[in-house]
């Protein structure tokens, strides 16, 4: 979906709720969503919600902050546990790489892990370009993202280390 190669990163720490929905089987859902919060009617486009979330303003991102929290309690009045999706989604990942043994999803990790530290630290070493500043700024952006993905899939994601320390806490209570 576009809207998540474009905005997933803004979405993941804004409405990590609607974030999930997007990349799984509820997109729909979400992007009605998204658009009742932008437009104040279900009916946007993905291409209009993508329009507006590139030149959001500040009330518009408080707006969908407050209706990711609707929408998490929307989907629980539902009983659809959307991070059992993208649990879901990411073990069929795993077992598919189990099963094709295939090199390139390893070599794009190596990639891109090292892509985003050599970046770190040429940044750290030189500082910022004179020129490209914004391109730069970018693409570790998206190598942030990259990298994120790859310790999800090969570690496990932090939503589920959460859920144990809970689950742990609430037992010794």
């Known amino acids: 979906m576009d809207l998540l190669k474009q905005f997933g990163p803004l979405l993941g720490q804004l409405a990590p709720s609607i974030a ?18 932008l437009f104040g009617h279900e009916d946007g486009t993905e291409e209009q919600i993508s ?3 590139a030149s959001a303003t500040p009330d518009q991102l408080a707006a969908i902050k407050k209706i990711d929290a609707d929408f ?17 989604d990411r073990d069929s990942a ?7 043994k295939d090199w390139l999803p ?3 990790a190596v990639f891109i892990t090292f892509g985003f530290f050599g970046i770190l630290i040429w940044m750290m070493a030189f500082g910022l370009p004179k020129t490209g500043v914004e391109a730069l700024l970018m693409m570790i952006g998206s190598l942030t993202s990259a990298f994120g993905g790859i310790v999800q899939f090969y570690y496990g994601s932090s939503a589920g280390s959460k859920a144990k ?9």
């Open 165 to 173: 320390t809970d689950a742990l806490a609430a037992r010794d209570k």
């Open 72 to 88: 998490k309690v929307q989907m629980k009045s539902l009983d659809i546990d959307l991070e059992r999706i993208a649990a879901g």
């Open 51 to 53: 329009e507006a979330m």
């Open 94 to 100: 795993r077992q598919m790489q189990m099963a094709n």
């Open 106 to 108: 390893k070599a794009l």
């Open 20 to 37: 999930t929905a997007l990349g799984g089987p509820l997109a729909g859902v979400a992007v009605k969503t998204l658009s009742s919060a």
